[in-house]
């Protein structure tokens, strides 16, 4: 079943079983898809009970669809009925990779838990992502990112101090929660090498959330203090956050004493280094609202693009604030190839967000990029691969198997 001659990328010899959602799912066996793999999409057919028409579905966000599911195939199979089981365990006994988002306890209810399908194929690494863990209390909630990002703190850090708690502008625990299944996947199927062996891997969106609040966590678990909201500035370093300039904002850590200073002299506000209160980090902690009106008032002297310069050549880490469309047209964004172009049967050419990783003997450009396949549409060459005629096919279909 894993044609891997046809593909090409690091990962093109193996094949994943994708029985995702949403996006957390996806957002993991995505970057397995850009990377080579052979990812066959698990969809309930048409007509079927219980269709999914959950967000991020083609017909809720098409350019979000076709971002999220490229590069795999669609196989339609209702896992339900007992044919449609069996054409499942076909396909598991030459695959590498199993993925599901569903609620803990589904899985079983649908007879295709680890251990039914690892005993069809011991080196099957199957892979769950769900909103609050395989157990505990509560296990079977409903798992929706901004759900994650209250329970998992970072909703009590984010925003200006005073304004109560804020959702950040993406969905990170979806997004984190795909990321660190795709790092457990890849630890089994590289700790298969040499046991032989695959395992259950598992993470959700609630532990994601959390490991991903860092030294905000770290500061509660060793230092026992509770963090608070900072706006766009650093809590532990000061000046770092957005400042006004003349045309528009700009972006600044200046981290450390030896930053500080190189930073009031860029500023051309030196008298600041001495001044009481601004001597060190902590004492410019306490002292925050001072330091960052005293440079503040500098900042509005000149353009964002013209102190970008002048403290890039002080060596003070700083940068513009893009809007999307201009994020796009930076010229680094461009030289970094972040916007692939991939050719649509429907929409022609189109561009999506690029793989953030570089390959020095898989460069990004040598394969080529496949559009989101439309519901089903290898439904028909899957099954006749796995030795289903055309009449076998059909009456699938006529019975909502497939």
Not at 183 to 203: C, D, F, K, S
Request: glycine share 10%.
């Amino acid at each position: 079943m894993n044609t891997s001659t046809e593909r090409k990328g690091p990962l093109s010899r193996f094949t994943i079983l994708d029985a995702t959602r949403v996006r957390a799912g996806p957002t993991a066996i995505r970057t397995f898809a850009d990377l080579g793999a052979r990812v066959i999409k698990l969809e309930i057919p048409p007509g079927a009970p219980g269709g999914d028409d959950m967000i991020g579905g083609r017909d809720h966000n098409r350019a979000d669809y076709e971002n999220l599911h490229r590069n795999k195939e669609s196989l339609t199979l209702n896992m339900k009925e007992p044919q449609g089981k069996a054409i499942l365990e076909q396909l598991v006994k030459e695959a590498d990779v199993f993925i599901e988002n569903y609620r803990p306890d589904v899985k079983y209810r649908l007879g295709i838990g680890p251990e039914e399908l690892r005993r069809i194929n011991p080196r099957l690494v199957y892979a769950s992502i769900s909103g609050f863990g395989q157990d505990g209390p509560y296990a079977n909630w409903p798992g929706f990112d901004s759900i994650a990002q209250g329970m998992g703190g970072l909703m009590s850090v984010t925003g200006k101090p005073g304004e109560g708690p804020m959702r950040v502008g993406i969905p990170i625990a979806d997004l984190c929660s795909g990321h660190f299944c795709a790092q457990a996947i890849m630890a089994a199927l590289l700790e298969r090498e040499v046991t032989g062996e695959g395992q259950w891997v598992h993470t959700s969106l609630l532990e994601s959330q959390i490991a991903m609040l860092d030294f905000q966590a770290a500061q509660w678990l060793i230092d026992h203090k509770v963090p608070q909201t900072t706006g766009n500035e650093h809590p532990l370093t000061v000046p770092t956050g957005v400042f006004e300039t003349s045309d528009s904002y700009l972006n600044l850590a200046a981290i450390g004493q030896s930053m500080w200073k190189r930073l009031c002299v860029a500023l051309d506000v030196p008298q600041l280094i001495d001044e009481p209160g601004f001597g060190s980090d902590p004492e410019r902690v306490k002292n925050r609202a001072r330091v960052n009106a005293a440079i503040g008032a500098a900042f509005k002297t000149r353009t964002t693009a013209a102190w970008t310069e002048i403290l890039l050549k002080a060596g003070v880490p700083c940068g513009p604030i893009y809007s999307i469309e201009k994020m796009f047209d930076d010229p680094q964004v461009k030289h970094l190839g972040m916007a692939r172009t991939m050719h649509h049967p429907e929409l022609g050419d189109i561009e999506v967000v690029g793989l953030p990783m570089q390959f020095s003997r898989h460069p990004r450009d040598e394969g080529v990029m496949k559009a989101a396949p439309h519901q089903g549409d290898q439904t028909d060459a899957i099954l006749t691969g796995l030795g289903y005629s055309a009449a076998q096919i059909a009456q699938l279909r006529q019975q909502f198997v497939v």
